[in-house]
């Protein structure tokens, strides 16, 4: 009877292949693969170390060999559209004697000024100006500066011998383009040269410059090797950036007043000869009797009264035009001029080397990884295809070589 119970216990329970302390431990997976992990690095230790070694090196010797760069930087607020305060009165006493001036003006918006600073026509005044260059010690202009030969005799040779006909061509070209065009506002303009348009690039990428929308406050800034020259640079596109934007905005108040002066100078003419014709009749008839000769002085009296009339409107015209001229100047108030900077804005150097070592580590520890997977490829079919990739490797023109002559 004891028999049967015993056996029907034993085929009750089935068996198990599991020990009880790998049931109790759920976790016993991931502490393997961390433990895996931690094997990883410490038998790559010395991989690593040399990668965080070598990336510290090469990084140090960027932050010591790098030149130093300085920038200087400015602070400017652009006008505030529509005249308050104070000149209202002076305004409205204007339009009571017939003046009109109109309603504000729109102007340029905050957004366009950053435009306005980089464009064609700021960037070439700036590239044209002269500053001081210590290592040649001399003043000059930055287009010149960076067009001087250099590379000693062996680079001038080369110039005027193999690249002669290339010199020749570009001389032409220099001529063409600097022949001087007039343009619509009658201004004479001229083309920029091949090195001036490389200095204009070079230029272009030292300044910079941000606007801040609600208060209208922008900030340049300028970024070169010499703390001096760096605030003399942005010096001079504060100027050209103001000179710019003067002559848009008041470009149609000019083309309008120079308009009415012509007009204006017609009508005094006109007046004048009308007022001569008269006084000429009158000098003639002192004495009217007759009905023709009164029509006559009517006519030439209708005549200068409305030579006076034109006269005075075109004037009045004038005097508006004038106004709106000087309205539509713009006002550029600087809140910080650019001074030369003490402390160098490039290289970083402490961070270029914690940089370095951070980047180091990850490339060691990921190459300890690598490295120890192509290591542990046991199975026969991994190792077949690695054998391949190290015959695609080796016969990199397409040789029929075996994955065994490969090994």
């Known amino acids: 009877m004891s028999e049967t119970v015993n056996a029907s216990s034993a085929s009750s329970t089935p068996p198990s292949d599991e020990s009880p302390t790998e049931a109790a431990s759920p976790y ?5 693969s961390l433990l895996d992990l931690l094997v990883v690095l410490a038998q790559n230790r010395r991989f690593i170390i040399s990668c965080i070694v070598a990336f510290t090196l090469l990084g140090l ?46 102007g340029l918006t905050a957004e366009t000024y950053p435009r306005i600073l980089t464009s064609r026509e700021v ?20 287009v010149d500066y960076h067009a001087r030969e250099t590379g000693g005799v062996l680079s001038a040779l080369k110039k005027y011998t193999i690249g002669l006909p290339g010199q020749i061509l570009s001389a032409l070209k220099s001529e063409s383009r600097q022949r001087p065009v007039e343009t619509l506002d009658g201004d004479q303009q001229v083309y920029p040269t091949e090195a001036e348009e490389e200095a204009m690039e070079i230029i272009g990428n030292m300044v910079n410059s941000s606007v801040d929308v609600e208060s209208g406050i922008m900030t340049v800034s300028v970024t070169d090797y010499d703390p001096v020259r760096a605030a003399e640079i942005a010096d001079s596109f504060l100027q050209h950036l103001t000179e710019r934007v003067r002559t848009i905005r008041t470009q149609k108040a000019r083309d309008n007043l120079a308009f009415i002066n012509e007009r204006f100078e017609e009508a005094k003419d006109e007046l004048e000869a009308a007022e001569q014709r008269l006084a000429a009749f009158s000098d003639r008839n002192r004495d009217i009797q007759s009905a023709r000769l009164r029509t006559e002085r009517d006519r030439l009296q209708r005549q200068v009264q409305f030579a006076s009339n034109l006269y005075s409107e075109f004037q009045t015209q004038r005097t508006q035009a004038q106004i709106e001229l000087q309205r539509s100047q713009p006002v550029i108030t600087i809140l910080e001029a650019p001074t030369p900077p003490i402390n160098r804005s490039a ?10 070592i951070f980047l180091g ?29 190290k015959a695609a490797f080796r016969d990199p023109f397409g040789r029929n070589v075996s994955p065994e002559n490969a090994s």
């Open 28 to 32: 016993a997976e991931e502490e393997i």
């Open 61 to 106: 010797t960027y932050a010591v060999t790098s030149p130093e760069q300085y920038t200087s930087s400015a602070q400017m607020v652009r006008e505030v559209e529509g005249g308050a305060g104070a000149a209202s009165g002076g305004i409205s006493a204007l339009r009571g004697l017939g003046i009109n001036l109109g309603g504000g003006a729109t």
């Open 123 to 142: 960037t070439l005044s700036v590239v044209r100006d002269t500053f001081y260059f210590a290592d040649v010690d001399q003043e000059m202009r930055f």
């Open 347 to 356: 290289p970083q150097r402490t961070l270029v080397v914690l940089l370095s």
């Open 361 to 389: 580590g990850l490339v060691g520890i990921g190459g300890a990884f690598v490295r120890t997977f192509f290591a542990g490829q046991s199975d026969e079919e991994e190792q077949e295809k690695m054998q391949q990739v």
